[in-house]
């Protein structure tokens, strides 16, 4: 059995199809080539250089390294690995059908494979930090060898993908997959490390104290409930003068690495009309399940949801203008570095 990475687009525009059709499926526009129907690698770097005649042969050579396995090397019942740029979480697959071509797709979505979800929504805190590291090659589509990944992953599933029980220190420098520093998301890799500490100083309802300390940062006055029953508001918060603005914010905050569903949604909505509110922000460390954004769509002026990666957002976009004190238990320094692309 063999262990892939696939992204379901850059930020994540295609999980909803990959998840809901229960397929995985090759992005690149424009190649409407059977990748089934050619001989050998030179075919396809022949097909993508017509396709993308302004691409440096770099490039195409790497993307066809990614490309040419999804058609070729992926068998069944290997396993598929699709990390989430929607929430803080990854998705396990198991291959269940061979590759097939539809020249008559809708653009991109020539290409796919039959998958079954065998882990979804599983926290990005239940893998040690060296898988955390593989899974953040800065690939579409890439075969991950290191750090013991297929046995480690099929423990976690015995286990029904409870997290590891030791977070491992990434080992770099072991062969099977690129370690070069320009192949990886750094981005995602910092957010982890300060997830991680996150998790560790704002466990239960200190995260509460974090998304406040965010909120009067941006401006919001607010009221803290006090640990234990809040009447279906952790907290409220007003624009304005003293918060006596036209903004009337419930804010409700889960902190648990599971993903939530609709209900918690529901009942924050119910809050807003009791505490005669404007709207209400649902932070749910653990993201959403699947369906809860779409579902939701139609509250859009009336909630806003956030998970790790928009509370990360605003964290760092308001970090200077934290108190103090918040600001020596979690201790970040902004830096700069060069903006690798893929190629």
């Not at 480690?152 to 072991?174: C, F, S």
Request: one cysteine or more; glycine letters at 8%.
């Amino acid at each position: 059995m063999t262990i892939w990475l696939v992204r379901a687009g850059a930020r994540g525009e295609y999980e909803e199809k990959f998840l809901s059709e229960k397929r995985i499926y090759v992005t690149w526009d424009r190649l409407n080539v059977n990748l089934g129907s050619l001989q050998d690698r030179s075919e396809l770097v022949l097909a993508m250089t017509e396709r993308y005649p302004d691409s440096k042969h770099k490039a195409i050579l790497n993307w066809v390294s990614q490309v040419w396995p999804f058609a070729n090397e992926m068998a069944l019942r290997d396993w598929v690995v699709m990390p989430s740029k929607q929430q803080p979480s990854i998705f396990v697959g198991e291959i269940t059908g061979p590759y097939n071509f539809d020249p008559a797709g809708k653009d991109p979505f020539f290409h796919w494979r039959q998958v079954n979800w065998i882990g979804e929504s599983i926290p990005r805190s239940h893998f040690g930090q060296d898988l955390l590291y593989s899974f953040g090659a800065f690939m579409t589509i890439c075969r991950i060898q290191r750090n013991n990944a297929e046995e480690r992953l099929k423990a976690m599933r015995e286990k029904n993908w409870q997290p590891e029980a030791a977070v491992i220190t990434p080992d770099i420098d072991e062969g099977g997959g690129s370690a070069d520093p320009e192949a990886i998301d750094l981005d995602e890799l910092a957010s982890d490390q300060i997830s991680r500490l996150i998790e560790s100083r704002f466990k239960g309802h200190n995260l509460t104290r974090l998304v406040n300390a965010i909120l009067e940062a941006k401006g919001y006055s607010t009221y803290v409930s006090p640990k234990g029953a809040d009447g279906g508001a952790d907290i409220l918060a007003g624009n304005g003068p003293m918060g006596f603005g036209d903004q009337k914010i419930c804010v409700e905050v889960k902190s648990a690495t599971d993903p939530i569903g609709r209900e918690v949604a529901d009942k924050l909505l119910g809050a807003v009309d009791k505490f005669r509110a404007t709207q209400g922000l649902l932070v749910s460390w653990g993201g959403f399940r699947s369906n809860v954004r779409k579902e939701l769509a139609s509250s859009f002026f009336k909630l806003r949801l956030w998970s790790r990666s928009e509370l990360l957002e605003q964290l760092f976009d308001n970090y200077e203008a934290l108190d103090e004190e918040i600001r020596a238990e979690l201790p970040l320094k902004r830096m700069w570095t060069v903006a690798l692309k893929e190629e």
